[in-house]
């Protein structure tokens, strides 16, 4: 039986080639610095003589597509919609900077027809590379760091072409960074949600490019003081915006999430020029309830949002942000390379997966369930950490053990969750791409294969010390408070369903089609 899991990834197809020739609608005149042919933007890096590329190009611009570093294309009249994004180069322009005993440069790179201000900032200190890119029309505000693109809205203060002016000014009278002028301000980048291709393509076309193979969350910045900063980097978990609702009182608390950024050159809130640093961190925070009491003042507070005082480290944070079930659509095509047009027109199929996490027990435990379609079995996965919190084995001295099982069709697959699957990664990153996506498609996946190989069954200790979730039969009668407390797909998991150890092997797209067809693979020697 087959079975799948959908979980959103965003993967870079690079095409290399000496000269690739595209077909636009219209030759344009000249060489565009910058130009757009059906979905795809190109950027003008040489002109030379192309009439030795197969079928002759219409000029000699030669273009990179942005997509796709040290490619080369030339164009000639076909059927694509075209058009110039711009006709001349970008201004650049650069800011040195010195920040205590290091020194670097910051690359700026401003586009009059587009509006589109990018610095790129060098690796320093503990950051990484970081490229920032704001487009005032747009309201946008990026920051790509980490293998990771964080999305924010562009602060009320800050007027990209003026930045942009300014900068060239300072280029222009070699004057740099002046670090006894700094204000520096520190941003909480709060992770909101995750965006699909669909939403993706909705962006300004540059952030589209930038980020079109890593995940792209989208964020809210929340300033805090250089104090809380602090602790928050230290890996401390800090309170902040405290507000009141209806007679409640909460608190935001947050911990670190994510990569670092940090890059010259805002407006400064209080005036100033382009003194402003701004340190970011990628965080994730909650809404708790303070002192929450059953009394009159805390008539309005959301009992379903965690107390402040259990909020005492990073892991309950975290155990506090996780939502108890999230449901996701996901379109499935009908069709494939054998269906008939008229097939390939019909309505794709939606189907919905849905993660369970379960606070009802010491040991956490996320399930994530999967519906049949097409040729495809309904699968179940259950993950589940030890009761100190920690989800893989070798932590401390008492091993974690057959914590992970995959039910298809009435047979549980045992087995000991793999050392760089991280449960907790995958509940936030399901919940954030549920919020930032009403479906998601084909686009947003990544197919991999795998089997399954029997390692026999499992032994009475074994079974015996399976997580709650995983089995439910054996163990005795549950009270009636017990069958209370129970989600219901919990309940009928694994009831009445055979039980077996096993592994699992990674095999190609190849092999799992034949193994569909019925034929016998052949694999390397496996432990």
Not at 206 to 231: A, G, I, R, S, Y
Not at 290 to 304: E, I, K, S, V, Y
Not at 385 to 401: P, V
Request: charged share 25%; glycine share 6%; net charge negative.
């Amino acid at each position: 039986m087959y079975s799948r899991l959908h979980i959103l990834l965003f993967l870079l197809y690079l095409k290399n080639a000496a000269l690739d020739v595209f077909h636009e609608t219209t030759a344009f005149p000249g060489c565009c610095y910058e130009k757009e042919v059906g979905t795809e933007r190109y950027v003008l890096v040489s002109e030379e003589d192309t009439t030795t590329a197969h079928n002759d190009c219409d000029s000699n611009c030669v273009y990179e597509k942005k997509t796709a570093p040290l490619s080369r294309y030339c164009f000639k009249a076909g059927n694509d919609p075209f058009h110039c994004r711009a006709e001349q180069e970008p201004i650049r322009s650069i800011l040195p900077i010195i920040e205590g005993n290091e020194s670097f440069v910051q690359e700026i790179i401003f586009q009059k027809e587009t509006g589109v201000l990018v610095l790129k900032v060098p690796p320093h200190k503990d950051y990484t590379e970081s490229v920032y890119v704001f487009e005032e029309k747009s309201g946008t505000s990026l920051v790509k760091t980490g293998d990771v693109c964080q999305l924010a809205d562009l602060p009320t203060h800050f007027n990209v072409s003026a930045s942009a002016e300014r900068f060239e000014s300072q280029a222009t009278m070699n004057q740099g960074n002046n670090e006894s002028e700094k204000v520096t301000s520190f941003v909480l980048k709060t992770r909101d949600s995750r965006l699909g291709s669909r939403r993706r393509a909705e962006l300004v076309a540059d952030v589209q490019d930038l980020c079109n193979n890593v995940p792209l969350v989208k964020t809210k910045d929340l300033l805090v003081n250089e104090t809380e900063f602090e602790k928050f980097k230290k890996g401390e978990v800090i309170f902040v915006e405290r507000k009141s609702s209806r007679r409640c009182l909460m608190h935001k608390s947050c911990s670190t999430w994510g990569p670092a950024a940090c890059g010259y050159g805002w407006d400064n809130p209080a005036g100033g020029g382009l003194s402003f640093h701004e340190v970011s961190a990628g965080s994730i925070c909650v809404t708790c309830n303070m002192n929450f009491t059953a009394g009159p003042l805390n008539q309005g507070c959301n009992r379903t949002l965690c107390n402040c005082t259990e909020i005492t480290d990073k892991n309950s944070l975290v155990d506090c942000s996780i939502k108890s079930q999230v449901n996701s659509t996901i379109e499935i095509e009908r069709w494939n390379d054998t269906t008939t047009r008229q097939q390939q027109q019909q309505e794709p199929i939606l189907i919905t997966q849905s993660m369970v996490y379960n606070r009802n027990y010491e040991r956490r435990s996320i399930t994530i369930s999967s519906p049949a379609h097409k040729d495809i079995g309904a699968l179940d996965v259950v993950m589940h950490a030890h009761k100190d919190g920690w989800w893989h084995n070798g932590i401390y001295g008492d091993g974690l053990e057959n914590n992970q099982m995959m039910k298809l069709g009435n047979t549980c697959f045992i087995s000991t969750l793999n050392a760089n699957v991280f449960p907790v990664d995958i509940a936030i990153g399901i919940q954030e791409i549920k919020k930032g996506n009403d479906v998601t498609t084909a686009h947003d996946e990544v197919d991999t294969h795998a089997i399954l190989r029997d390692l026999g069954p499992l032994t009475a200790a074994e079974e015996t010390g399976l997580h709650e979730d995983i089995i439910l039969r054996d163990l005795g009668p549950l009270t009636a408070a017990e069958e209370t407390g129970l989600h219901e797909d919990i309940k009928s998991r694994c009831l009445d369903s055979n039980f077996k150890r096993n592994v699992e092997t990674p095999i190609t797209k190849i092999q799992s089609d034949d193994l569909k067809n019925g034929k016998i693979i052949f694999m390397d020697s496996v432990p």
